[in-house]
């Protein structure tokens, strides 16, 4: 089964310092790799999609990379509102689409 | 502007039925396939099922866990995507979100809460 795992679970950044999420998948998904942010009482908001695309609006600060099993999620420069939960999915395997378990990315 | 707009939530008893709406606007919903994602609280993000265009053969998938008991479905005269769920479990207590799909979700509602519980 297709399974998509993310790590840290947990990540401590302080503003302005960059944040480095990472997200594996347990078999070869391309480049079919998405990137959520989610905050606390909101629905999802797509970042990035194809590994490495950033979505419509999204600051440049965000950006995307991987291709295959091993995929990463960097904001540059974290501001305040970046604080959230970050999930990957890939849409390349059946099951149709796997979210990762999520990032919380918290104020150091 | 794109919007999704859930609706149908709500406390229902073990073994029960609801159907939840996604009421669509803002761009040409009969060209769009649309899946529903779910999110237990405190939780991750689940793929529930997706239904593509009528265009493209209108044809359903479903993740696993719900095949069977939960059927997608759309209307696009009403720009309206449904998703009935039947033989409701505690573990699908959850909040619903419908979005667009294009493998990955570009827009999403603000989803609906289904509580199971007796």
Request: contains cysteine; proline residues 4%; positive net charge.
């Given at each position: 089964e297709m399974v998509m795992t993310q790590s840290p679970a947990t990540l401590s950044v302080s503003p302005g310092e960059r944040a480095t999420l990472s997200c594996r998948a347990s078999?070869?998904?391309?480049?079919?790799v998405a990137w959520y942010q989610q905050k606390p009482g909101q629905a999802p908001r797509l970042l990035?999609?194809?590994?490495s695309t950033r979505a419509t609006?999204?600051?440049?600060?965000f950006s995307g990379s991987g291709s295959g099993t091993e995929f990463t999620l960097t904001i540059s420069s974290l501001q305040s509102e970046d604080f959230a939960i970050y999930y990957c999915q890939q849409y390349?395997?059946?099951?149709?689409y796997t979210f990762g378990q999520g990032t919380k990315l918290e104020i150091k | 502007e794109v919007q999704l707009v859930e609706s149908g939530g709500g406390l229902v008893k073990p073994g029960g039925s609801l159907r939840l709406s996604c009421a669509a606007s803002g761009f040409t919903f009969s060209n769009a396939w649309m899946s529903w994602v779910r999110q237990a609280p405190g939780k991750g993000l689940e793929w529930v099922g997706r239904i593509k265009s009528n265009i493209d053969g209108g044809t359903t998938d479903y993740a696993a866990p719900v095949k069977g008991r939960f059927t997608i479905s759309r209307d696009d005269s009403k720009n309206t995507l449904y998703l009935q769920i039947t033989s409701l479990k505690t573990e699908d207590s959850a909040v619903y979100y419908c979005a667009t799909d294009r493998?990955?979700?570009d827009c999403w509602g603000q989803g609906t809460l289904v509580t199971v519980s007796s």
């Amino acid at each position: 089964e297709m399974v998509m795992t993310q790590s840290p679970a947990t990540l401590s950044v302080s503003p302005g310092e960059r944040a480095t999420l990472s997200c594996r998948a347990s078999q070869s998904v391309s480049s079919n790799v998405a990137w959520y942010q989610q905050k606390p009482g909101q629905a999802p908001r797509l970042l990035i999609y194809g590994a490495s695309t950033r979505a419509t609006g999204i600051p440049a600060r965000f950006s995307g990379s991987g291709s295959g099993t091993e995929f990463t999620l960097t904001i540059s420069s974290l501001q305040s509102e970046d604080f959230a939960i970050y999930y990957c999915q890939q849409y390349n395997n059946w099951p149709l689409y796997t979210f990762g378990q999520g990032t919380k990315l918290e104020i150091k | 502007e794109v919007q999704l707009v859930e609706s149908g939530g709500g406390l229902v008893k073990p073994g029960g039925s609801l159907r939840l709406s996604c009421a669509a606007s803002g761009f040409t919903f009969s060209n769009a396939w649309m899946s529903w994602v779910r999110q237990a609280p405190g939780k991750g993000l689940e793929w529930v099922g997706r239904i593509k265009s009528n265009i493209d053969g209108g044809t359903t998938d479903y993740a696993a866990p719900v095949k069977g008991r939960f059927t997608i479905s759309r209307d696009d005269s009403k720009n309206t995507l449904y998703l009935q769920i039947t033989s409701l479990k505690t573990e699908d207590s959850a909040v619903y979100y419908c979005a667009t799909d294009r493998g990955y979700g570009d827009c999403w509602g603000q989803g609906t809460l289904v509580t199971v519980s007796s």
